[in-house]
């Protein structure tokens, strides 16, 4: 079951119309819904029987955020949007860090692809975007697949084609590869898909009309078909909605300030699509004005990124003039900044200074609960301030193989990623997680004693004494004092709420007498605010470690045997595995027939085949 604890999430959200997304905990959409009353719609999914899907969804839920309209009209529009850009999986049965990506076009070629694109745009062919997420993008080239079927195929995969692929037959492609279609017509698909990523649908909904008519004269009644639904699709996307410009490309930014934090929600329009909003929480100077935020994010937010040519602004910002002259310069094209807005542009900065207050709400409202977790965290542990800095170590392995250790990092904000750390452990003994522990302690807090990371308060180890004393022998080892050591292990019952927690003072040795100290370790109780916050600190160092390990563990199986014997290299690797249809008919060979595959001779085949049947024999 998830650990979101929609409790604490609920008094968050607002009674008004809008819409909300269900993300995992990646941050990928799960659900997007609309509602007249959003806070009554959310909290009827943990407050009511569901059906299995709804279950399952639930059960992944790690974050929701809404984004409020003024009505419910509003709302269905733009659900309705957000579910075309980003696919959630769980609308299918209701029916449905890092630069920005691009859908890329290479029209330096006879048949140009469409494709997903990030990175610097230097090369040759046509970019289009920026979009605000991977989502966005991929959305985009499904919905182009099935109105202009531009190949979108790799060109190492197009150029070795002898027939047409599955693409072609499910009609999403036109069979450029194998020459079933000529390169005028292919470019009139390209045209048109061009266009409809300029924002242009209506030119190409008047093009599509023209030869649609001609076609049916020409008793093409079919093609005529396919004509007249490619006109019904694109004229549903065209539809106009509250939320989503008159064509073309605009920033919808506002920025709000409470209680010394600000809150900047950006709503991004391409080619007159909403493609979705994004919240920042900069850091600002405390006497700082809207004004003087707004200039300073401008300015920095647009320094790697493309600049529309109109961004609509919620208040003037300081040197209005000098920085729209600065972006234009940059864009090439020139940028207006306007904040004197009257109808629909008012709107549309009037729903972002909504979204904004809300953003900044909830921000506060989870601080606040952080900052309440910490004070009785300090309390409990009799500590004579709030800890600024506290770190978590965990180890993750399978059966004692590939073993990886965690540090994360929280401060008084909570969970510093940056400094979020992993150590891929290697000559132990399987399975030895002191040993583990011990190496990971060693590489990190040799760091500490250079200088090049500061020493944390608290240090938390998942497990009871034994791990603890471990970690106090190494920091002893190391000369390092002033910090207090907490383990943290499972009660009797191995239940959630029932935890542990094993005190040591500094690195010289294990307090034994009192509570938390010995044989009388603390037991805070399951609704302890200070355990609330041990267990979000652990589960963190847990998951980090696990993800750490998967990763490692994945990258190892997908490494070929064959890549570490000697003489053999990518290209008669290649060849072997092409002979025998891949590793498991190559393991089935004798040495003979592995000896006739062009450029491995009888000896290199020899290694080969005692090398694969080894790995044969050790898999369980």
């Known amino acids: 079951m998830s650990s979101f604890d929609h409790r604490a999430k609920l008094p968050q959200i607002p009674t008004e119309p809008g819409v909300y997304r269900m993300l995992d905990a990646d941050g990928t959409p799960l659900y997007v819904g609309k509602a007249k009353n959003l806070k009554r719609r959310v909290s009827s999914y943990f407050g009511r029987a569901l059906n299995r899907r709804l279950q399952l969804m639930v059960a992944q839920i790690a974050d929701i955020q809404v984004t409020v309209t003024r009505t419910e009209g509003e709302a269905l529009l733009l659900e309705s949007d957000l579910i075309k850009t980003h696919r959630p999986r769980f609308n299918v049965l209701l029916r449905d860090d890092k630069s920005y990506p691009y859908i890329y076009l290479s029209t330096q070629d006879a048949f140009p692809r469409l494709s997903f694109y990030r990175g610097p745009r230097k090369g040759e062919g046509r970019y289009f975007g920026p979009y605000p997420s991977a989502w966005a993008v991929r959305e985009t080239l499904h919905l182009l697949q099935k ?245 978590c170590f965990d180890i993750s392995h399978t059966q004692g193989e590939l073993t990886v250790a965690s540090c994360v990092v929280f401060d008084d904000e909570g969970p510093r990623k940056s400094d979020y750390r992993r150590f891929n452990i290697e000559g132990i003994t399987q399975g030895d997680d002191y040993a583990a522990l011990e190496q990971a302690l060693l590489r990190r807090y040799r760091r500490v004693q250079t200088g090049e990371v500061p020493l944390p308060d608290l240090l938390f180890i998942d497990g009871g004494k034994g791990q603890l004393g471990a970690v106090a022998g190494v920091l002893d080892g190391l000369g390092i004092d002033g910090v207090k050591l907490i383990g943290v292990s499972k009660g009797p019952d191995r239940k959630a709420g029932a935890e542990q927690l094993w005190l040591a003072e500094g690195a010289s040795e294990l307090l034994d007498e009192g509570q938390g100290k010995g044989g009388a370790p603390i037991i805070a109780g399951a609704d302890s605010p200070a355990l609330h916050l041990v267990q979000q600190i652990r589960d963190e160092a847990h998951r980090f470690a696990i993800t750490g390990h998967r990763q490692r563990r994945d990258k190892a199986r997908k490494t070929s045997t064959l890549e570490d014997i000697p003489g053999v290299g990518p290209k008669r690797r290649q060849s072997l595995l092409r002979a025998f249809g891949g590793l498991r008919g190559l393991t089935r060979a004798a040495p003979e027939d592995i000896a006739r595959v062009e450029g491995v001779s009888a000896r290199l085949a020899c290694q080969i085949h005692e090398a694969l049947q080894a790995q044969h024999d050790s898999a369980p």
């Open 147 to 391: 109105l202009f079927p531009v190949r979108q195929c790799r060109d190492s995969f197009y150029q070795s084609r002898t027939r047409a692929c599955l693409q072609y037959q499910i009609k999403r492609c036109t069979g450029p590869c194998v020459d079933l279609i000529s390169p005028q017509d292919y470019a009139v698909d390209v045209a048109h898909t061009i266009k409809f990523l300029e924002g242009r649908t209506g030119e190409v909904i008047a093009e599509l009309g023209e030869r649609m008519e001609q076609a049916a004269e020409a008793l093409e009644f079919e093609r005529a078909a396919v004509l007249r639904d490619q006109i019904v699709t694109l004229q549903r996307i065209q539809q106009r909605q509250y939320v989503t410009a008159d064509g073309g490309d605009v920033d919808i930014i506002a920025a709000v300030e409470e209680a010394g934090t600000v809150c900047i929600q950006v709503f991004f329009i391409r080619a007159g699509r909403n493609l979705g909003n994004k919240a920042f929480f900069p850091q600002v100077p405390t006497d700082a004005d809207q004004a003087a935020v707004l200039a300073g994010f401008l300015a920095q937010f647009y320094v790697d990124k493309e600049i529309p040519p109109e961004v609509l602004l919620n208040a003037e910002p300081d040197e209005a003039a000098f920085l729209s002259a600065a972006l234009s310069e940059r864009a090439e094209q020139r940028v207006a900044l306007k904040h004197r807005l009257r109808g629909e542009r008012a709107r549309w900065v009037e729903m972002a200074v909504n979204n904004a207050a809300l953003a900044l709400k909830t921000r506060l409202g989870s601080r606040a609960g952080y900052t309440r977790r910490l004070e009785a965290l300090r309390d409990l542990l009799d500590l004579e301030d709030l800890p600024r800095r506290m770190e």
